[in-house]
């Protein structure tokens, strides 16, 4: 009897094992690293203030402005190289933003989602910030999609 005791418990052990295994499996698979930014040639990239097709980026700021269609996506790297990539489609009437930070593992590492009516302009005297408003924004989150320093 003993011996059958035995047995129970240590069949019961290597269940317990299992199924901390299997736990385990599933934690480390909802934390799927996001595929590598690979950069495509129509990206705006903002590499600490050094912008490429900010050109492009006027031109989307514009077809808003007139309520024509059109989409972009603005890159912007992070102080230790984390590329965060914002994408931002517009339908002629309303921006649909995505901001992922999944790359970012000093950050939210999170995609957020909003839906805005528009972009302002705020010059000050070394900069213009372009931000999104009017957004379903309940988290008041940053909607800067892009800062430009003016040059001296």
Same mark, same amino acid.
């Given at each position: 009897?003993?011996?059958?005791?035995?047995?129970?418990?240590?069949?019961?052990?290597?269940?317990?094992?299992?199924?901390?295994?299997?736990?385990?499996?599933i934690e480390?698979?909802?934390?799927i690293?996001?595929?590598?930014?690979?950069q495509?040639?129509?990206? /705006?990239?903002d590499?600490?203030?050094?912008?490429?097709?900010?050109?492009?980026?006027?031109?989307?700021?514009?077809? /808003?402005?007139?309520?024509?269609k059109?989409?972009?996506?603005?890159?912007?790297?992070?102080?230790?190289?984390?590329?965060? #990539?914002?994408?931002l489609?517009?339908?002629?009437?309303?921006?649909?933003?995505?901001?992922?930070?999944?790359?970012?593992?000093?950050?939210?590492?999170?995609?957020?989602?909003a839906?805005?009516?528009?972009?302002?302009?705020?010059?000050?005297d070394g900069?213009?910030?372009?931000? #999104?408003?009017?957004?379903?924004?309940?988290?008041g989150?940053?909607l800067?999609?892009? /800062?430009?320093?003016?040059? #001296?």
């Amino acid at each position: 009897m003993k011996r059958w005791i035995k047995l129970m418990i240590l069949f019961s052990l290597m269940l317990a094992g299992c199924e901390e295994e299997k736990q385990t499996r599933i934690e480390e698979s909802n934390n799927i690293e996001p595929p590598d930014y690979i950069q495509d040639p129509g990206d /705006v990239v903002d590499i600490h203030g050094d912008i490429t097709n900010l050109e492009k980026f006027y031109t989307f700021v514009k077809h /808003v402005e007139q309520g024509k269609k059109d989409k972009i996506r603005v890159v912007s790297y992070t102080t230790e190289g984390a590329p965060m #990539l914002h994408d931002l489609e517009f339908n002629g009437t309303t921006i649909h933003s995505i901001n992922d930070s999944t790359r970012d593992g000093f950050g939210y590492g999170r995609i957020e989602e909003a839906t805005c009516k528009g972009i302002t302009e705020v010059n000050t005297d070394g900069r213009t910030d372009y931000i #999104l408003e009017d957004c379903n924004n309940p988290e008041g989150k940053d909607l800067t999609i892009l /800062v430009v320093d003016k040059k #001296l």
